[in-house]
């Protein structure tokens, strides 16, 4: 099963909260035009990596099991690109996530 949530940050900015049930576990993100963040199951090192020419955006938190819990949880990693934008490790995901929109 898949849920789309609309998620409203101060100042009237929406963004989308995804979930994806899958057998064993959930898949969190919120996503903005610019980038997301994600639950562990997002690889960080292959988008440095492998994908760095595509300038992703992106941070990932661990021990998420909700989308309320992914804003607030501190981000165990994030990309070079999203470090570009001043997102850095230990920060809020709903603070990352304004410096995406």
């Known amino acids: 099963m898949m849920r789309m949530?609309?998620?409203?940050?101060?100042?009237?900015i929406t963004v989308l909260g995804v979930e994806v049930k899958l057998p064993k576990t959930t898949l969190i993100a919120v996503t903005t035009d610019k980038g997301y963040i994600m639950c562990g199951a997002l690889d960080v090192a292959?988008?440095?990596?492998?994908l760095k020419d595509r300038g992703i955006i992106a941070g990932r938190a661990v021990g998420v099991r909700t989308l309320e819990e992914l804003m607030e949880a501190p981000l165990e990693s994030v990309t070079g690109a999203a470090e570009v934008l001043g997102i850095s490790t230990g920060m809020k995901g709903v603070d990352a996530l304004r410096l995406m929109v």
């Open 46 to 50: 292959l988008l440095n990596d492998r």
């Open 5 to 12: 949530v609309p998620i409203t940050l101060d100042g009237g």
